[in-house]
């Protein structure tokens, strides 16, 4: 059974950085697509940033490119989003996510089968 455990999450100030983890479990394959996800109350889930284990290739969204990497650790199936320059509109829940192999940018659409609990950032100004 798969699953995805996300931590990392808490308060910082603007301006300020942190990493958030996610830990995965259960995958039977070394290739698929994992990406992180933000949501607020009362807004639309936004796609953050994207990535294939196969061959490393990325996707971002254009309001966190250049402050935000994602990188995965293939030994330890456990995917990392570190976030720099952060801003108080970065608050938001954040959420892992992964399925089968698909282009990054399709990936970051939303359209994947397994999500974990998600990790509340909050960016105080």
């Known amino acids: 059974d798969v699953q995805l455990v996300e931590s990392g999450g808490g308060l910082v100030q603007a301006g300020g950085s942190l990493r958030l983890s996610c830990a995965a479990s259960?995958?039977?394959?070394?290739?698929?697509?994992i990406g992180w996800f933000r949501q607020v109350p009362g807004k639309e889930r936004e796609g953050v940033a994207c990535?294939?284990?196969?061959?490393?290739?990325?996707y971002y969204a254009d309001s966190v490119k250049g402050r935000f990497t994602i990188s995965n650790d293939n030994a330890k199936k456990t995917n990392y989003l570190q976030m720099n320059s952060l801003k108080p509109e970065d608050t938001a829940v954040y959420y892992c996510?992964?399925?089968?192999?698909?282009?990054?940018?399709?990936?970051?659409?939303?359209?994947?089968?397994?999500w974990g609990q998600g990790t509340l950032v909050t960016v105080s100004s």
């Open positions: 996510a992964a399925d089968d192999p698909k282009p990054t940018v399709v990936a970051c659409q939303g359209y994947l089968e397994v």
């Open positions: 259960g995958i039977p394959v070394d290739d698929y697509v």
């Open positions: 990535m294939s284990t196969s061959d490393g290739t990325t």
